[in-house]
């Protein structure tokens, strides 16, 4: 399969931008991820994770549907670990309980919508963000919206097969291995914040 | 969605915007509301972005708090007014190709009952005098003439209103509008007739202004579509914006023109005592 020069970096790309997907970049194997649109080793993009939330002046974290809810212990046990994970690299949570369009509007400050994420993302400075529990479509949605109209740098943390349009993406993400990068963000920081 | 799975993930109830602590808390899942109870609970609608005056969104409003079991309930709909606001509802919702909204109800409840045996899915078809009597028509007719499961609801402002005024086959003969000029030449189609005639075994007409009984027949016609079989209720629901007249008329318009109609089968009247409702 040839290799695309397509790169998913911070916008403000365009008004429209890409679907990273038709732009040649494919989604990572297992223990694959991926970072800027090109597929490396699991580990390299936990590096990275780490890195970019340490360096970020204001990080937020976006869980979705899938964890806030509490449909099963699965999703119990990942919204804990999720959360344990934002407050280990020090920041902020604004969730995305739904996917509905909201009339006349969000309000930023607390909420996130997959429609006009980059409202959230204006309003309150975010630099870096991790999506996490939100699904495939209105995810991969939201990640091009942010692209195209930001300067956001956007992390997806899967629990399926990945994301395309997220800056770095990891895939199979669940409860244990999101406290596995909770680890590793506590040990870059040197030690367990207070 | 029982009302205990609609609960927040322990940890982010303090992040949760007010209005989902407030459907958690204080929503009608699992109560068994109604229209006697609006201002008591939270509501499924916050806000709506239809003209004002609008007695579609009222219905809506309506409907959604006459609902037997919300948590348990998934609205089809197709391409019109409601269609605005429809994906706002905080109820499961589809919208379907213009037109096909009763073939994919009548997939969707058929899968329902193969995955969930044991419980009630209602499935409510809610879409415009043009997605149902019009271009909807056939796969209306037909999942009657089937005897599926499901309740069609029709939000009849007798014209084709978000796209500006064409006249529909509910506009009444005569009708003008923007861009029916020279008026309707030919009568409104009669489609609680029509419904009876297909095998509906309850079929009502009512209006938006008579908000007790729109409640009291949509539990109803829920029910019977639950345990007997197809379903029809016709809401009239005037439209200010192309109709023309002033949007504090709404009512008035409705209460003017009211039809009410209850056809109730044998077997449903039965079902519908049982139940008390």
Same mark, same amino acid.
């Given at each position: 399969?040839?290799?695309?020069?397509?790169?998913?970096?911070?916008?403000?790309?365009?008004?429209?931008?890409?679907?990273?997907?038709?732009?040649g970049?494919?989604?990572?194997?297992?223990?694959?991820?991926?970072?800027?649109?090109?597929?490396?080793?699991?580990?390299?993009?936990?590096?990275?994770?780490?890195e970019?939330?340490?360096?970020?002046k204001?990080?937020?974290?976006f869980?979705?549907?899938?964890?806030?809810w509490?449909?099963?212990?699965?999703?119990?046990?990942?919204?804990?670990?999720?959360?344990?994970?934002?407050?280990?690299?020090?920041?902020?949570?604004?969730?995305?309980?739904?996917?509905?369009?909201?009339?006349?509007?969000?309000n930023?400050?607390?909420?996130?919508?997959?429609?006009?994420?980059?409202?959230?993302?204006?309003?309150?400075?975010i630099?870096?963000?991790?999506?996490?529990?939100?699904?495939?479509?209105?995810?991969?949605?939201?990640?091009?919206?942010?692209?195209g109209?930001?300067?956001?740098?956007t992390?997806?943390?899967?629990?399926?097969?990945?994301?395309?349009?997220?800056?770095?993406?990891?895939?199979?993400?669940?409860?244990?291995?999101?406290?596995k990068?909770?680890?590793?963000?506590?040990?870059?920081?040197?030690?367990?914040?207070q | 969605?029982?009302?205990?799975?609609?609960?927040?993930?322990?940890?982010?109830?303090?992040?949760m915007?007010?209005?989902?602590?407030d %459907?958690?808390?204080?929503?009608?899942?699992?109560?068994? @509301?109604?229209?006697?109870?609006?201002?008591?609970?939270?509501e499924?609608?916050?806000?709506?972005?239809?003209?004002?005056?609008?007695? %579609?969104?009222?219905?809506?409003?309506?409907?959604?708090?006459? @609902?037997?079991?919300?948590?348990?309930t998934?609205?089809?709909?197709?391409?019109?007014?409601?269609s605005?606001?429809?994906?706002?509802?905080?109820?499961h919702?589809i919208?379907?190709?213009?037109?096909?909204?009763?073939? %994919?109800?009548?997939?969707?409840?058929?899968?329902l009952?193969?995955?969930?045996?044991?419980k009630?899915?209602?499935?409510?078809v809610?879409?415009?005098?043009?997605?149902?009597?019009?271009?909807?028509?056939?796969?209306?007719?037909?999942?009657?003439?089937?005897?599926?499961?499901?309740?069609?609801?029709? @939000?009849?402002?007798?014209?084709?209103?978000?796209?500006?005024?064409?006249?529909?086959?509910?506009?009444?003969?005569?009708?003008?509008?923007?861009m029916?000029?020279?008026?309707k030449?030919?009568?409104?189609?009669?489609?609680?007739?029509?419904?009876?005639?297909?095998?509906?075994?309850?079929?009502?007409?009512?209006?938006?202004?008579?908000?007790r009984?729109?409640?009291?027949?949509?539990?109803?016609?829920?029910?019977?579509?639950?345990?007997?079989?197809?379903?029809? %209720?016709?809401?009239?629901v005037?439209?200010?914006?192309?109709?023309?007249?002033?949007?504090?008329?709404?009512?008035?318009?409705?209460?003017?023109?009211?039809?009410?109609?209850e056809?109730?089968?044998?077997?449903?009247?039965?079902?519908?005592?049982?139940?008390?409702?």
């Amino acid at each position: 399969m040839a290799i695309s020069s397509y790169r998913v970096i911070p916008g403000p790309e365009s008004y429209l931008s890409p679907a990273a997907a038709s732009m040649g970049v494919v989604l990572p194997e297992k223990g694959e991820a991926l970072i800027e649109g090109k597929i490396v080793p699991e580990e390299e993009a936990i590096e990275k994770i780490t890195e970019k939330l340490i360096l970020a002046k204001n990080p937020f974290f976006f869980p979705g549907p899938l964890i806030l809810w509490a449909w099963n212990e699965k999703a119990i046990a990942k919204a804990k670990a999720v959360k344990e994970l934002a407050e280990a690299a020090g920041a902020k949570i604004i969730p995305m309980p739904d996917y509905r369009p909201k009339y006349p509007m969000i309000n930023p400050e607390e909420e996130i919508n997959p429609n006009h994420p980059n409202l959230t993302i204006w309003h309150n400075k975010i630099d870096t963000c991790v999506f996490v529990g939100v699904h495939c479509h209105y995810a991969n949605l939201a990640l091009k919206i942010i692209r195209g109209g930001t300067d956001c740098y956007t992390i997806a943390l899967c629990g399926q097969a990945g994301h395309e349009d997220a800056m770095i993406t990891l895939r199979d993400i669940h409860s244990e291995e999101v406290q596995k990068l909770t680890e590793v963000v506590k040990r870059a920081k040197g030690g367990t914040p207070q | 969605m029982k009302k205990n799975i609609a609960t927040i993930s322990p940890g982010f109830e303090d992040i949760m915007p007010e209005e989902y602590q407030d %459907l958690v808390n204080d929503g009608p899942y699992g109560r068994g @509301l109604g229209i006697k109870n609006l201002g008591t609970f939270k509501e499924l609608i916050e806000e709506h972005p239809l003209c004002a005056g609008c007695g %579609l969104a009222l219905a809506i409003r309506l409907t959604a708090a006459s @609902l037997p079991a919300p948590e348990d309930t998934i609205i089809v709909g197709t391409t019109g007014c409601n269609s605005i606001l429809m994906p706002q509802l905080a109820i499961h919702n589809i919208h379907s190709l213009f037109g096909n909204q009763s073939s %994919l109800a009548a997939g969707l409840k058929r899968a329902l009952k193969l995955r969930y045996p044991d419980k009630n899915k209602d499935v409510v078809v809610m879409a415009g005098d043009g997605g149902i009597a019009d271009i909807g028509l056939s796969p209306t007719l037909h999942t009657w003439l089937r005897r599926e499961n499901l309740t069609t609801i029709m @939000l009849d402002n007798e014209s084709y209103s978000n796209t500006g005024g064409q006249e529909s086959g509910m506009s009444c003969e005569g009708a003008v509008l923007n861009m029916a000029p020279t008026g309707k030449k030919f009568p409104k189609i009669p489609m609680p007739e029509i419904a009876k005639d297909s095998g509906c075994a309850y079929v009502a007409t009512v209006s938006v202004a008579n908000a007790r009984r729109l409640g009291r027949m949509v539990k109803r016609a829920i029910l019977v579509a639950r345990e007997i079989g197809p379903t029809y %209720l016709q809401i009239f629901v005037p439209c200010p914006t192309n109709y023309k007249f002033s949007t504090s008329e709404t009512l008035k318009r409705a209460k003017e023109r009211e039809k009410i109609m209850e056809y109730i089968s044998s077997e449903a009247e039965k079902l519908i005592k049982e139940a008390n409702i």
